[in-house]
């Protein structure tokens, strides 16, 4: 399945699919101290990294990233992904960021989720999305929470982050319109 001409329109928002051209606005998200710190995986990113992941997520379909873009002046603010695409079990795993500072806080973070869960239930017909986020990150969690996910774990000191522990919380949203389907 190709989405490379696959826009998704929300109301505020739009996405469209990820480019290889896209890969120094990524770096340059992924390693500011307002994304970073962010994500389990804390090495700096470099556009090799990046790279490897189109190749090994992107173009083999076992992910999908769009570019996230505010309509109102037409600038890139973030990135939704999907990642990790279990068809065995019908299920993947959803991230975010956004990028621009000036961005957070508005409520694109609960529209980027709901454009794409609605583009892994409807398109990829996926039974489940799951997310992970760290505990502490309040604003990530309630995001989740208030998008339809549930709280389906809090693991405690999962990963050693900089020579900390932390916390991490399992949410995942089931696909009704599968759900029932699966269940008759």
Not at 1 to 7: A, C, D, R
Not at 39 to 46: L, M, V
Request: net charge negative; glycine share 8%; proline share 3%.
């Amino acid at each position: 399945m190709s989405i490379n001409n696959k826009i998704l329109q929300g109301e505020q928002i739009y996405l469209r699919p990820i480019t290889r051209e896209d890969t120094d606005l990524i770096i340059q998200w992924r390693n500011s101290d307002g994304v970073r710190p962010y994500f389990i995986y804390q090495e700096p990113f470099t556009r090799e990294g990046h790279l490897h992941w189109m190749e090994t997520m992107i173009d083999t379909e076992e992910g999908f990233q769009f570019i996230v873009y505010r309509k109102e002046d037409d600038k890139p603010i973030g990135c939704t992904y999907l990642r990790d695409y279990d068809r065995k079990n019908n299920k993947i795993e959803y991230g975010v960021f956004i990028g621009e500072p000036e961005a957070k806080g508005k409520g694109f973070g609960l529209q980027m989720l709901e454009l794409t869960l609605d583009f892994a239930f409807d398109t990829l017909k996926v039974h489940k999305v799951f997310a992970r986020a760290f505990a502490d990150n309040v604003a990530s969690v309630n995001c989740f929470l208030k998008g339809g996910f549930t709280k389906e774990a809090h693991l405690v000191d999962e990963v050693c982050v900089n020579g900390t522990y932390r916390d991490i919380v399992l949410l995942a949203k089931i696909n009704e319109k599968n759900f029932m389907k699966s269940h008759e």
